[in-house]
């Protein structure tokens, strides 16, 4: 666990990049130990975090378009309005994270934890959310067409409103999760999904089902 000073100095280092004009673009931000100072608006596009803490850091309306974070601990950090535009995510921690209305379009999400997290009204099409720990998540008016959550938690999840045409939560955990007036226009899932009223049929979860939605 860093220690104080580190942080300290951690976050000196950035403010005083940040102070002298020097660009962040594409920055190695690795093993960065930071934690509740204010980032928003910051272009960290490109940027790569191995191992950082960002922990509670306000990143609203940032870019990390094409950044790539792997084994770094963003827990309860703000992203609302912030662009994720083909980021790469691997085995981060965005547990209570907040994304409202943040682009998440081709961000590829792997391995990652969103317990929690907040994403009401982000746009996240083509998103790989493969996986992931998106358990009682709120995605409440996201955009997810042809999204990808396979394999994810997604446990008491909200999708309200959500658009989830042509995605695909093939073996996806969707207990208690919860889809009123969600559209889920080609949508792909084995078995019997919670959003469809039709009755089982004989091999209905031997075989792949192609949700027209109600």
Request: with cysteine; glycine share 10%; aromatic share 6%.
């Amino acid at each position: 666990m860093a220690s104080a000073l580190q942080r300290y100095n951690d976050r000196q280092r950035l403010l005083d990049e940040r102070g002298n004009g020097r660009s962040l673009v594409g920055a190695d931000l690795s093993q960065l130990q930071l934690q509740e100072i204010n980032l928003c608006g910051v272009d960290l596009s490109g940027a790569q975090m191995v191992g950082a803490c960002f922990q509670r850091v306000h990143l609203d309306g940032a870019n990390l378009a094409d950044a790539y974070l792997q084994d770094s601990d963003l827990g309860g950090v703000s992203l609302n309005g912030a662009c994720l535009d083909g980021a790469l995510l691997q085995r981060v921690n965005l547990r209570l994270a907040r994304l409202a209305k943040a682009s998440l379009e081709d961000v590829q999400i792997l391995g990652c934890n969103l317990h929690g997290a907040h994403l009401r009204e982000a746009f996240g099409f083509g998103a790989q959310l493969v996986d992931s720990d998106l358990t009682a998540a709120d995605f409440t008016g996201c955009d997810l067409t042809s999204a990808n959550l396979r394999r994810s938690d997604l446990e008491h999840a909200l999708f309200t409103q959500a658009i989830l045409t042509d995605a695909d939560l093939r073996n996806a955990r969707l207990r208690g999760a919860r889809f009123c007036g969600a559209h889920t226009q080609g949508a792909l899932y084995y078995g019997k999904a919670p959003w469809d009223g039709r009755e089982l049929s004989e091999n209905w979860a031997e075989r792949l089902i192609h949700f027209q939605g109600e």
